[in-house]
């Protein structure tokens, strides 16, 4: 089958680091995408990673590693604006389809 | 420079009802795609209109159809409406010859379909 599994919520302080792991199972792997979506809002495009490794942007990097089909989203300095659910998402073919996880609701509390 | 937007964001339909939902992609983008979210979940895709045709679907019945046309603004058609139809409903376009770095996919704010 074909398997997206990110944790469902986290909770963490502001100005604190956090981690959100994705694992993945597809029928291909033509690169991985990291969203922010707040409640009520479109999802936003935070990354995307198609070759092993790290890649920054600012507060926010994401890491892949295609051989163990894991990555995970690092969110550091957190602020409150933060709050919102996080999106991994893999394209598995060269089309335009991405399937999602089902999200992972990070809190952030003062 | 607009973003992708959405009509209506919000519409209350009776089971066995058809309704159509419109998307206008960020200017400049010729991509158009489109999700269905439920409460709680990612977004599922549906299909994926380019050049005015279908070129990808997802694992949705022949009720959910669309269209796009040569301003490259879409539609979303369902037929004989379920509860289970019942969701957020996503456009999202991107530049196809920009490829997935330089042209992630952009989302618009969705429209909120409920099926009583």
């Known amino acids: 089958g074909q398997n997206i599994d990110q944790p469902t919520e986290m909770t963490a302080t502001e100005g604190a680091i956090v981690q959100i792991n994705c694992t993945y199972q597809t029928s291909g792997f033509n690169g991985l995408f990291w969203y922010q979506q707040h409640a009520g809002e479109a999802p936003t495009f935070l990354s995307y990673?198609?070759?092993?490794g790290l890649e920054e942007k600012g507060r926010f990097s994401s890491f892949l590693s295609r051989s163990k089909g894991y990555s995970y989203l690092l969110l550091k300095e957190l602020q409150m604006k933060d709050s919102a659910s996080y999106l991994c998402?893999?394209?598995?073919?060269?089309?335009?389809?991405?399937?999602f996880g089902a999200g992972t609701q990070v809190v952030v509390t003062p | 420079d607009a973003g992708v937007t959405q009509s209506p964001t919000h519409l209350i339909k009776t089971r066995g009802q058809q309704v159509t939902l419109r998307c206008s992609p960020k200017?400049?983008?010729?991509?158009v795609s489109w999700y269905q979210q439920a409460l709680g979940q990612g977004p599922q895709f549906i299909f994926q209109?380019?050049?005015?045709?279908?070129?990808q679907r997802g694992n949705f019945p022949d009720r959910f159809s669309g269209h796009q046309y040569p301003n490259y603004s879409s539609e979303l058609n369902v037929n004989a409406l379920l509860l289970g139809d019942s969701a957020l409903y996503l456009c999202a376009s991107s530049l196809a010859v920009e490829g997935p770095r330089n042209s992630p996919l952009h989302f618009g704010n969705g429209t909120r379909l409920t099926v009583t």
């Open positions: 990673n198609v070759l092993d």
């Open positions: 209109y380019y050049e005015e045709e279908e070129r």
């Open positions: 998402a893999v394209r598995p073919d060269s089309w335009g389809k991405l399937q």
């Open positions: 200017s400049g983008h010729d991509t």
